[in-house]
């Protein structure tokens, strides 16, 4: 089966400048999940959709952080305006169950801000 | 109580050794321990998992030891190869009471075989 989908790889941009992410979840799975990981650290959850609603954005920093799942499939996540402390990984997962410990990984976007 | 602890932060070992992580907690509701693999420029993949109930866990040359008593789990790579070289990311899901469910994630040990 085909993995959990993201784009882009890479982003650099400027600070206070906004940028999107986009991913595409494991067909099937009704869970998503938004993780911030800055280099040297785990994973850090941002936001949990189950299906197209949001089931937990409590660490979401929600004056410049905005996302949404579109039809309970894709989902997009949104940094505007961005600041130097956003460079990290993002990585999107997605799992059969809601907030299941297996939980399938995509690559990532590594976002450099300058 | 949301933390979970992992150490030591980076670990070198000879191919054909022993790799162990370890990790520690506090909240004694988490439910399910996983241990996740990263390779660079990668996502996280599941490796194994344990419930507290159960003191081990074998998958090949993968062991997860637990002892729920001092809150402590840790993981084994017997045999280790260079192609064990990643990240080795300890977790553990908070059955949360009045919301959903989460994954906490430790910080990381970074685990080089060499030749």
């Known amino acids: 089966e085909a993995g959990v989908a993201q784009s882009p790889r890479y982003k650099i941009i400027e600070k206070r400048q906004s940028v999107a992410f986009w991913c595409n979840p494991i067909?099937?799975?009704?869970?998503l999940y938004w993780y911030q990981q800055i280099l040297g650290q785990g994973p850090k959850l941002l936001i949990q959709?189950?299906?197209?609603?949001?089931?937990?954005d409590s660490q979401l920093p929600k004056d410049r952080f905005s996302a949404e799942r579109l039809k309970g499939v894709d989902s997009t996540l949104k940094i505007q305006p961005a600041k130097l402390e956003d460079s990290a990984v993002y990585l999107c997962?997605?799992?059969?169950?809601?907030?299941?410990?297996?939980?399938?990984f995509g690559p990532g976007t590594r976002l450099t801000v300058t | 109580q949301q933390q979970v602890k992992q150490s030591p932060q980076s670990l070198i070992v000879q191919k054909g050794g022993i790799s162990i992580i370890n990790c520690a907690y506090e909240?004694?509701?988490?439910?399910?321990f996983p241990w996740y693999q990263q390779f660079p420029g990668k996502g996280p993949a599941l490796l194994i998992a344990?419930?507290?109930?159960?003191s081990e866990k074998k998958e090949g040359r993968f062991t997860i030891s637990f002892n729920k008593s001092a809150k402590q789990f840790s993981l084994h790579i017997m045999d280790s190869q260079p192609g064990d070289s990643a990240t080795y990311f300890c977790?553990?899901?908070?059955?949360?009471?009045?919301?959903?469910?989460?994954?906490?994630f430790g910080p990381g040990t970074s685990l080089s075989v060499i030749p």
């Open positions: 067909s099937g799975h009704a869970t």
């Open positions: 959709f189950q299906n197209n609603g949001v089931v937990d």
């Open positions: 997962a997605s799992s059969l169950l809601v907030a299941s410990y297996e939980q399938y």
């Open positions: 344990i419930r507290p109930d159960v």
């Open positions: 909240n004694t509701a988490f439910d399910y």
């Open positions: 977790a553990a899901r908070d059955p949360m009471k009045t919301s959903y469910d989460k994954v906490i």
